[in-house]
């Protein structure tokens, strides 16, 4: 696959109405969105030279190889750029797993759930006992203080479960990890979906992941330019061999 830092100018000439599938084939190049620094969907390895990896971009290789066509990577360093690249077909398809809600439904056009994930958080590993359940955590009062990125949808839920806590938005994923860099300095854990969460927590040992019990689910899905119906059906039809034959588990 070919990898671009930023988008090409060439790009940017051609752009138009989102592509169809048959327009995509016609191409002869499937283009995909991605965001950068997502450990442990979407990242850089420490190959020489440095490889694009990881959950999402294997999921990008698999479906091109289905479609048998070439594979280009831009960056979308933000929701909104990533709208604004597919609406004018510079990508085609966003694949960064996006919580299914009602506001992203009316930016982008979602694909089936990729899968169910779970709210996670990360906390000093001697301290993960105390986020062993929401009740302990409600009890604990206004004392608490919780990262989260900086979305409506993710703040929102935070603060629909833990009505008294302070939220602290984390703005990008460097931020994120100079928190845990920092020991979580001024911050008693990071919410995050339970599989990046653990992840991170390999990479950085004095931290846990806990699912608090209840353990809250949500469906995360990819995404293409809102009313590209026909490119939607095909991915969702591709999707769903993908996860019966237990491909994406």
């Known amino acids: 696959a070919k990898v671009y830092a930023e988008v090409p100018e060439s790009f940017e000439h051609e752009s138009g109405k989102p592509a169809s599938l048959a327009q995509i084939e016609k191409r002869g190049v499937l283009r995909v969105c991605f965001q950068p620094?997502?450990?442990?969907?979407?990242?850089?390895?420490?190959?020489?030279?440095?490889?694009?990896?990881?959950?999402?971009?294997?999921?990008?290789?698999r479906f091109a190889r289905r479609l048998e066509l070439s594979l280009e990577f831009l960056p979308a360093e933000t929701e909104s750029v990533a709208e604004d690249l597919l609406n004018r077909s510079i990508c085609d398809l966003y694949m960064r797993t996006?919580?299914?809600?009602?506001?992203?439904?009316?930016?982008?056009g979602l694909?089936?759930?990729?899968?169910n994930s779970s709210l996670g958080l990360i906390v000093r590993d001697y301290r993960r006992d105390e986020f062993k359940s929401w009740k302990n955590i409600k009890e604990s009062g206004d004392s608490l203080r919780f990262?989260?990125?900086?979305?409506?949808?993710?703040?929102?839920?935070?603060?629909?479960?833990?009505?008294?806590?302070?939220i602290v938005p984390i703005q990008s994923m460097e931020q994120q990890l100079e928190f845990l860099k920092s020991g979580g300095e001024g911050i008693d854990a990071i919410a995050d979906m339970?599989?990046?969460?653990a992840a991170l927590t390999i990479l950085y040992p004095t931290f846990s992941l806990v699912v608090p019990k209840p353990a809250i689910f949500f469906p995360v899905a990819y995404a293409v330019a809102r009313g590209n119906i026909d490119f939607l059906n095909a991915f969702n039809i591709w999707l769903l061999g993908e996860k019966s034959e237990g491909i994406v588990d």
């Open 98 to 108: 996006l919580q299914v809600t009602l506001r992203k439904s009316k930016r982008f």
């Open 37 to 61: 620094d997502e450990y442990p969907s979407a990242f850089f390895n420490t190959d020489d030279p440095p490889r694009l990896v990881g959950f999402d971009i294997e999921m990008a290789h």
């Open 194 to 197: 339970a599989e990046e969460g």
């Open 147 to 166: 990262a989260v990125e900086d979305t409506p949808g993710n703040i929102f839920r935070l603060r629909n479960i833990i009505t008294n806590a302070t």
């Open 111 to 115: 694909s089936l759930p990729v899968y």
